[in-house]
């Protein structure tokens, strides 16, 4: 898989997992708790949550393009379908419709618990197993050998998972004082709409001339 395609990928995947979600404002409210020394837990724990959804998707587009190239180019359109509907809902959310962090409901302190606690809550997002679903297959290209590319892009969304999570943990305070501006949090949002638009459109014109 060529390197701009991985770069691409890694833009579009960080872009949107930088607007806050339900694990991103777990790993915020644990940090205002417990500080720094929570990041090792909740970053992991969201690193392997994010991991499960991206192997189902890795794997339905094996079985799928296995099966049928032609029912691959569908699953590649129904991708598309849910970006566009990712991006509009990006662009149409209300700035201020969630809390930021939440630091008085955090039932957990160990760190395995912690681990376990924020695993389930990305696992339960559904707006990160979405975006898995909608954003690998538009990057896998039929003509390559499979396993190559599905160890890139899944690597590189698990580790974008892990280091947009990091900012959170790290810079907590700064980003939930930056966040609460409800005019960057519409920026965020807007954002990540148009980069997804924009990242079909690239990759599409990047198919061509390498066609």
């Not at 898989?1 to 872009?15: E, G, K, N, S």
């Not at 760190?111 to 954003?135: M, N, Q, T």
């Amino acid at each position: 898989m060529p390197y701009p395609t991985w770069i691409l990928f890694a833009v579009v995947a960080a872009t949107f997992l930088l607007v806050p979600g339900r694990s991103k404002r777990l790993v915020l409210s644990y940090a205002m708790a417990h500080g720094r020394k929570s990041a090792f837990a909740t970053v992991t724990g969201v690193m392997l949550g994010s991991a499960v959804p991206v192997a189902l998707v890795l794997g339905l587009s094996f079985l799928v393009l296995t099966a049928s190239p032609s029912g691959f180019v569908v699953l590649q359109w129904i991708g598309l379908v849910l970006l566009m509907l990712f991006a509009l809902g990006l662009w149409r959310a209300p700035a201020g419709s969630a809390p930021i962090a939440d630091n008085d409901n955090l039932p957990e302190e160990k760190p395995l618990r912690v681990i376990a606690h924020c695993f389930g809550s990305e696992l339960k997002d559904p707006r990160s197993s979405l975006l898995a679903a909608a954003l690998l297959p538009q990057f896998l290209n039929p003509t390559m050998a499979f396993l190559p590319q599905a160890i890139a892009l899944g690597s590189i969304f698990i580790l974008m998972t892990a280091a947009t999570s990091l900012i959170y943990a790290l810079m907590a305070d700064k980003v939930r004082k930056t966040i609460r501006k409800h005019a960057v949090r519409r920026t965020i949002n807007r954002s990540g709409g148009t980069v997804l638009i924009a990242a079909k459109a690239v990759t599409a014109g990047y198919r061509k001339i390498a066609a």
